[in-house]
């Protein structure tokens, strides 16, 4: 596990706005800015070093993060952090 990411709970249940700020803490350690520059809106232009290398990255460090895993055709639909936290939501419903 990265050393910077701490995993959720077994069973803890997490509600959108949790999802959404452990989403964009996540983030913001993966590419080193500040988790208030982080909202639903946010995309991959938006974040200075988010391409589709890091961006594979980011998706195992949220994986990882909420004890999940992503289909592939599910994230290659993500065109924000919305989009991320709506299918963390979802798979851990």
């Known amino acids: 596990m990265h050393a910077l990411l701490k995993p959720l709970s ?19 350690k993966v590419f080193r800015v500040k988790s208030d520059q982080i909202d639903a ?9 988010w391409d589709s290398l890091s961006h594979t990255f980011l998706i195992s460090a949220i994986e990882e993060r909420f ?8 994230v290659q639909d993500f065109t924000c952090v919305g989009d991320m936290v709506a299918a ?3 798979l851990c419903a």
């Open 10 to 28: 077994q069973g803890r249940h997490v509600m959108a706005g949790d999802t959404l700020t452990a989403v964009g803490e996540v983030i913001a």
């Open 41 to 49: 809106d946010t995309t991959a232009a938006d974040v200075n070093g």
């Open 67 to 74: 004890g999940i895993q992503f289909d592939p055709y599910v």
């Open 88 to 90: 963390v939501d979802r």
